[in-house]
């Protein structure tokens, strides 16, 4: 008779399954840590179902901007979970930690309670970059499209400086929800006024270019485009509350716009003169080239993918140009969003990294906010015909980028769900 071999109670640990109560905690954690730092829904919701199935859950998920519903265990018996969750800013470093912790709980390199744990530390992890850089680069961000907008020198240093007026007042209201919720209007006054008021004191210059430029961080374009995304990914729900939301900004903003423009009627009229020269080429390419350096600021970007996020960048902006070569305007968007989805895929494929990284970087050149800004500044005015050309001609760039990083899933499937 053979003898019995005693083998370690830790071996039976390790290829017993986890237990569910544990597994059920890490997944809920993980999806309202990852709804929390503006994880689409279609996203979401399919990161999610990849946990539960490797974790040997029977898991169903449903994700809207302010909720999360996810159910446990066959149809006749299960377990549903709501929760309330506030969207929040957007943070590709910790959504990069986030996605490494769902592959190393999937592959059992740590057990789900470990996880649970693992993600706590993640949402206490203390800011990357401090107030004064992010201050410094809102003012970056609001020159650099200043620029990019065809802005001369004045326009610059005016968008700079609301952009950085805004950004503080930013800071200041994030912790107070009831005075953050109306950071919108008070913005584009603060901004629109700027613009007259340079415009009256300092010389002549593009009223229109300096205030969108001022607002260029506060736009909503990246949340029209996901909100497509979503609705044509078929997650009706989400998409629409996410446009209803986009289409909110975009009236506060241009309520706050006609309301700081009203300082032109009490202010001396702007001295006849012509415009300066146009700034030259070169510094177009300076400010192409600190606009990834203020978006990995602002989305919160490790260091170590600011290199990635500035190639995103120019390939997405040259592939619109390409486009809009090609195609028309309207639809050049198409390309710059195609060549930016194929080349984020590829990288995330080769980094095994999640391709919204430098995806969302990029989709900051293409948005059309500024093209929907001006449709509602259109529509205040009481130019009817251009309101509505303009607000048509932002649907149809918005369409473009969703069927062009659509596309691009197609031609080179991404191999996260991030």
Same mark, same amino acid.
């Given at each position: ?13 390790s290829?017993?399954?986890p ?16 709804h ?9 919701e ?8 490797r ?10 901007p ?6 446990f ?11 309330r969750?506030?969207?929040?800013d ?11 912790l769902a ?11 470990e996880g ?7 949402l ?21 499209a200043g620029r ?38 008070v ?10 008021l340079?415009a ?13 430029a ?32 986009a =289409?909110?900004?975009? +009236? ?6 006609a309301l $700081?423009?009203?300082? /032109?009627?009490? #202010?001396? &009229? %702007? ?12 510094t177009?390419?300076v ?12 989305f ?12 995103a ?9 390409l486009?809009?070569l ?14 930016l ?24 050149l ?15 005015e ?8 303009? =607000?048509?001609?932002? +649907? ?5 980028l969703?069927? $062009?990083l659509?596309s /691009?899933?197609? #031609?080179? &499937? %991404?191999?996260?769900?991030?």
């Open positions: 008779m053979c003898a019995a071999v005693a083998v370690p109670s830790e071996l039976f640990a290829l017993s399954p237990p569910p109560g544990a597994a059920v905690a890490f997944t809920l954690r993980l999806a309202e840590a990852l929390r730092y503006g994880t689409p829904s279609h996203r979401l399919g990161l999610m179902q990849r946990v539960s199935e974790l040997g859950l029977e898991g169903r998920f449903f994700s809207t302010t909720s999360l519903f996810a159910s265990g066959p149809p006749e018996a299960l377990r549903t979970s709501l929760i969750v506030e969207p929040g957007l943070d590709l470093e910790r959504l990069t930690l986030l996605d490494v592959d190393d709980v999937i592959q059992g390199r740590l057990t789900p309670a649970a744990r693992k993600v706590e530390s993640i206490a992890m203390p800011a990357r970059y401090g107030t004064g850089l992010q201050l410094f680069c809102w003012a970056l961000a609001g020159g650099a990019l907008f065809g802005g001369g020198l004045r326009e610059v240093c005016v968008a700079a400086l609301s952009s950085l007026v805004i950004g503080t007042l930013g800071e200041l209201t994030q912790r107070q929800p009831n005075t953050a919720r109306v950071l919108e209007p913005a584009a006054i603060l901004s629109s006024a700027f613009a007259v340079a009256s004191y300092f010389g002549p210059l593009s009223v229109q270019v300096a205030t969108v001022g607002l260029i961080v506060l736009l909503p374009g990246l949340s029209l485009t996901v909100a497509i995304n979503e609705l044509a990914t078929r997650h009706l729900i989400s998409g629409t509350s996410r446009l209803t939301a =289409a909110l900004v975009f +009236l506060q903003l241009g309520f706050g716009v $700081g423009s009203r300082l /032109a009627t009490i #202010l001396p &009229p %702007p001295t006849l003169a012509p415009l300066p020269p146009a700034l030259p080429m070169w177009q390419v400010a192409l080239a600190l606009s990834p350096v203020a978006v990995g600021v602002l919160r970007a490790g260091p170590r993918d600011w290199g990635w996020i500035a190639a960048c120019t390939f997405a902006f040259v592939g619109s140009r486009g809009a090609l195609l028309g305007a309207q639809l050049g968007a198409f390309v710059g969003a195609l060549l989805g194929i080349a984020s895929n590829a990288l995330a494929r080769l980094r095994n990294r999640p391709s919204v990284t430098t995806v969302v970087p990029g989709l900051m293409l948005v059309p906010g500024s093209v929907g800004f001006r449709s509602l500044s259109s529509l205040l009481r130019d009817v015909v251009a309101g509505v050309d303009t =607000a048509f001609n932002m +649907l149809m760039v918005a369409v473009a969703a069927a $062009g659509l /691009a899933n197609a #031609l080179v &499937p %991404p191999r996260k769900v991030l």
